[in-house]
C-alpha cells in the first residue's frame, strides 16, 4: 500500500499539515521537525506526487499560456522558452490559442483559472478596436501571478519581458537607408498593438535621423498575418510613386510580402528591397534569403518563466519588473540597392 501523508504524520508525530508545510516548502517549520519528518519520509520511501502536492496547495503543479496565433512560428519559439524553464522546475503547461481574440482570451483565463494553475504568462491579443474592459477585469482579479511577453495590457501593471522593437526597426529601416533608399514603405501590424506601435515609432525615427520626410502614403496597417501581407504588397506594387524598399513588421506578413513580389515577377532586391521582422525559415529554405530583425523570442520566454517563477517564491519583493531584450539585425543581401537608377 502506498505511503500517505497520514502515515508521514502520524510516525513524525506531527500534523498532516506541517508535513504538508514541508512538502511545499511553505510556511514556518522548525528544523528538527523538519528533519525529523524528511528523515520518516526517506525511511518510508515516501516520493510525494504532483497530485498530492496540489491537494496540499489547492493549485495544480501547472501553469497557463496564452497565446494568440499557435500558428505564428513567433510564438513557438517563445512557448519552447517558456517550456525549457517550467521543466526545470517540475512545472507543467497548458497551452491556449485565443485565434487573436479578446473575447476568446477572456474565456481562456476564466478556465484556466478554475483548473487551480499557479500562473499566467500571455501575450495579449490586439483584434478589437476597443479595450475590453471586462478583460482587464478578469487579468486584474484572476488571483494568480500574471506575466506578460511582448504585449501591454492598458491600464494594467504587470511584469513582463519584451523585444526592444522601436531599436530594431529603426535598425532595419536605417540599414536600408544606408544602401541610397529614401522612399521606403512600411507593412505595420495593428496599431492597436504595442509591438507594430513601436515599430513604426522607430521607422519613423530613421527616417528623421537621415532627414527623410515620412510619407503617409508609405505606411501601411497589416494585421500580422500572411495574407495582409501579400494584400499589402499588391496594393504598393500598383502604386504610381512606388517606394524602392518595403520593410514589413512581422514574420508571416514578410513571407505574404515575398509571395506577392514573385507573382508580379519582381527580383529581390534588384527590383524591390525587403527587411523583415523575424526569420521566417521557409524562405531560407526556398534560397529567399531575407534580411531580417531577429527578435529574442526565445530569450523572452525564458525570461517570462523565471519573472513568473520569482513572482511564486515571493522573490520579486512585490515590485513590477519590465524586462526589455535587444534584437539583432542579420543582413543576407536583400536590402541592397542594386539596378535602381532613381536615387530620389
Same mark, same amino acid.
Given at each position: 500500500?502506498?505511503?500517505?501523508?497520514?502515515?508521514?504524520?502520524?510516525?513524525?508525530?506531527?500534523?498532516?499539515?506541517?508535513?504538508?508545510?514541508?512538502?511545499?516548502?511553505?510556511?514556518?517549520?522548525?528544523?528538527?521537525?523538519?528533519?525529523?519528518?524528511?528523515?520518516?519520509?526517506?525511511?518510508?520511501?515516501?516520493?510525494?506526487?504532483?497530485?498530492?502536492? +496540489?491537494?496540499?496547495?489547492?493549485?495544480?503543479?501547472?501553469?497557463?499560456?496564452?497565446?494568440?496565433?499557435?500558428?505564428?512560428?513567433?510564438?513557438?519559439?517563445?512557448?519552447?522558452?517558456?517550456?525549457?524553464?517550467?521543466?526545470?522546475?517540475?512545472?507543467?503547461?497548458?497551452?491556449?490559442?485565443?485565434?487573436?481574440?479578446?473575447?476568446?482570451?477572456? @474565456?481562456?483565463? #476564466?478556465?484556466?483559472?478554475?483548473?487551480?494553475?499557479?500562473?499566467?504568462?500571455?501575450?495579449?491579443?490586439?483584434?478589437?478596436?476597443?479595450?475590453?474592459?471586462?478583460?482587464?477585469?478578469?487579468?486584474? !482579479?484572476?488571483?494568480?501571478?500574471?506575466?506578460?511577453?511582448?504585449?501591454?495590457? #492598458?491600464?494594467?501593471?504587470?511584469?513582463?519581458?519584451?523585444?526592444?522593437?522601436?531599436?530594431?526597426?529603426?535598425?532595419?529601416?536605417?540599414?536600408?537607408?544606408?544602401?541610397?533608399?529614401?522612399?521606403?514603405?512600411?507593412?505595420?501590424?495593428? &496599431? =492597436?498593438?504595442?509591438?507594430?506601435?513601436?515599430?513604426?515609432?522607430?521607422?519613423? #525615427?530613421?527616417?528623421?535621423?537621415?532627414?527623410?520626410?515620412?510619407?503617409?502614403?508609405?505606411?501601411?496597417?497589416?494585421?500580422?498575418?500572411? +495574407?495582409?501581407?501579400?494584400?499589402?504588397?499588391?496594393?504598393?506594387?500598383? &502604386?504610381?510613386?512606388?517606394?524602392?524598399?518595403?520593410?514589413?513588421?512581422? !514574420? &508571416?506578413?514578410?513571407?505574404?510580402?515575398?509571395?506577392?513580389?514573385?507573382?508580379?515577377?519582381?527580383?529581390?532586391?534588384?527590383? &524591390?528591397?525587403?527587411?523583415?521582422?523575424?526569420?521566417?525559415?521557409?524562405?531560407?529554405?526556398?534560397?529567399? =534569403?531575407?534580411?531580417?530583425? !531577429?527578435?529574442?523570442? #526565445?530569450?523572452?520566454?525564458?525570461?517570462?518563466?523565471?519573472?513568473?517563477? !520569482?513572482?511564486? =517564491?515571493? @522573490?520579486?519583493?512585490?515590485?513590477?519588473?519590465?524586462?526589455?531584450?535587444?534584437?539583432?539585425?542579420?543582413?543576407?543581401?536583400?536590402?541592397? @540597392?542594386?539596378?535602381?537608377?532613381?536615387?530620389?
Amino acid at each position: 500500500m502506498a505511503v500517505t501523508i497520514s502515515d508521514i504524520a502520524r510516525e513524525a508525530g506531527v500534523s498532516q499539515a506541517t508535513v504538508s508545510r514541508v512538502l511545499n516548502k511553505s510556511g514556518y517549520v522548525k528544523e528538527e521537525t523538519r528533519e525529523k519528518i524528511l528523515e520518516v519520509m526517506k525511511r518510508l520511501n515516501y516520493s510525494p506526487s504532483a497530485i498530492a502536492r +496540489s491537494l496540499s496547495t489547492n493549485r495544480t503543479n501547472t501553469i497557463g499560456v496564452v497565446v494568440p496565433d499557435i500558428n505564428n512560428p513567433f510564438f513557438g519559439e517563445v512557448i519552447k522558452g517558456i517550456s525549457e524553464v517550467a521543466d526545470k522546475h517540475g512545472l507543467n503547461i497548458i497551452l491556449c490559442d485565443t485565434d487573436e481574440s479578446i473575447q476568446k482570451e477572456v @474565456k481562456a483565463l #476564466k478556465v484556466l483559472k478554475e483548473q487551480r494553475i499557479q500562473g499566467v504568462i500571455i501575450t495579449p491579443s490586439s483584434a478589437e478596436d476597443e479595450f475590453n474592459s471586462e478583460y482587464l477585469n478578469v487579468l486584474e !482579479n484572476i488571483g494568480i501571478p500574471v506575466v506578460l511577453i511582448d504585449g501591454h495590457v #492598458k491600464y494594467s501593471n504587470f511584469s513582463g519581458v519584451f523585444a526592444d522593437n522601436i531599436k530594431g526597426a529603426f535598425d532595419g529601416v536605417e540599414a536600408l537607408i544606408k544602401n541610397g533608399h529614401k522612399k521606403i514603405a512600411i507593412i505595420t501590424g495593428r &496599431m =492597436n498593438s504595442r509591438p507594430a506601435q513601436d515599430r513604426l515609432l522607430g521607422y519613423k #525615427k530613421a527616417l528623421a535621423m537621415n532627414n527623410i520626410p515620412v510619407e503617409d502614403k508609405y505606411i501601411f496597417i497589416g494585421d500580422y498575418k500572411q +495574407s495582409g501581407g501579400y494584400n499589402i504588397t499588391k496594393n504598393i506594387l500598383k &502604386m504610381e510613386d512606388r517606394p524602392t524598399a518595403i520593410f514589413v513588421s512581422s !514574420n &508571416m506578413m514578410t513571407l505574404g510580402c515575398v509571395q506577392a513580389l514573385m507573382e508580379e515577377k519582381i527580383k529581390i532586391p534588384e527590383d &524591390m528591397a525587403v527587411i523583415g521582422f523575424d526569420n521566417v525559415e521557409i524562405l531560407n529554405i526556398a534560397g529567399l =534569403n531575407i534580411s531580417y530583425i !531577429n527578435g529574442p523570442n #526565445k530569450e523572452m520566454g525564458k525570461k517570462g518563466m523565471e519573472l513568473l517563477l !520569482n513572482i511564486l =517564491n515571493n @522573490k520579486d519583493n512585490g515590485e513590477t519588473k519590465t524586462i526589455i531584450l535587444p534584437t539583432e539585425l542579420v543582413l543576407n543581401g536583400s536590402e541592397k @540597392k542594386i539596378s535602381f537608377t532613381d536615387k530620389s
